[in-house]
């Protein structure tokens, strides 16, 4: 598991999985440890990026650097590649930790924050014929935001790439889900941990200009289980 990572890494992560407080741009930050990634989530991640040896990586979503530290585990040790993450409340909402502990374990010269909301970055990366061989989502948690991440992302990936979403276990995720399955024959699910959904891109998207396949029936989450496993979590949480 995480002992396993280079100890800069480990040492950080630990540190923030254990609700130490962390090192802001306004001082010392006591972080809400709701706000993160499982380890087991985390290490499939690395795992996942060790096994592709991606050239690029982008996230949606950076707050406290949880899963950027699995990510940049991985690119410090393939040796290669560059991440990027969107997040417009960095500063903020989240004291700059995020990026500090980027700086923590060395890697600010493979990493580039994007302080803008996602809709805006991804629209502009995509004029600009970016390419991103694993992205992953775990911004905007409802369905409207998190489908235009999604279209948007789609945007940037190759085939063979991957899109990974985070919390596939919320409402508004799990119909984004959905609707993929249903409507994207360019992607194709795959393998994940409870804690995510992962799809790679196989084909160009080729629908007609009025392609609809009903979801609504399809959510792969009922929104009563889904209540309960939130509240449950939290209560662990919180425990």
């Known amino acids: 598991m995480i002992e396993t990572l280079q100890p800069a890494f480990r040492d950080r992560l630990q540190s923030m999985y254990a609700g130490e407080p962390q090192q802001g741009s306004d001082g010392q930050v006591q972080i809400n440890t709701v706000v993160r990634i499982e380890e087991s989530v985390g ?21 406290y650097g949880f899963s ?9 040790d393939l040796g290669n590649g560059h991440h990027t993450a969107i ?9 700059d930790v995020g ?12 990493f580039d ?9 991804l629209a502009r990366l995509r004029t600009k014929q ?22 948007l992302a789609a945007e940037l990936c190759p085939i063979g790439g991957s899109i990974v979403f985070d919390d596939p276990w919320m409402p508004a995720v ?48 009922p929104y009563r289980i889904a209540r309960r496993v939130k509240q449950a979590i939290s209560s662990v949480r919180s425990g």
Request: net charge negative; aromatic share 12%; proline share 2%.
């Open 87 to 95: 997040d417009p409340w960095q500063n903020e909402w989240w004291h």
């Open 113 to 121: 924050l994007i302080a803008e909301t996602s809709i805006s970055a």
């Open 174 to 221: 799990s119909a984004v889900i959905s609707w993929i399955s249903s409507n994207r024959s360019d992607f194709t699910s795959l393998d994940a941990p409870g804690g995510l959904a992962h799809f790679r891109r196989i084909s160009q998207d080729q629908r007609k200009w009025n392609h609809f396949s009903d979801f609504s029936s399809r959510t792969s989450i």
């Open 68 to 76: 950027t530290l699995y990510i940049l585990a991985a690119i410090h």
């Open 130 to 151: 970016e390419r991103f061989d694993l992205i992953f989502i775990d911004g905007d948690h409802r369905f409207d935001g998190t489908l235009v991440d999604f279209t």
């Open 43 to 63: 290490m499939w991640l690395y795992d996942l990026c060790r096994t592709l040896k991606p050239q690029r990586t982008l996230e949606v979503g950076m707050a």
């Open 99 to 110: 990026l500090l502990n980027v700086s923590h374990v060395g890697m600010a010269q493979r």
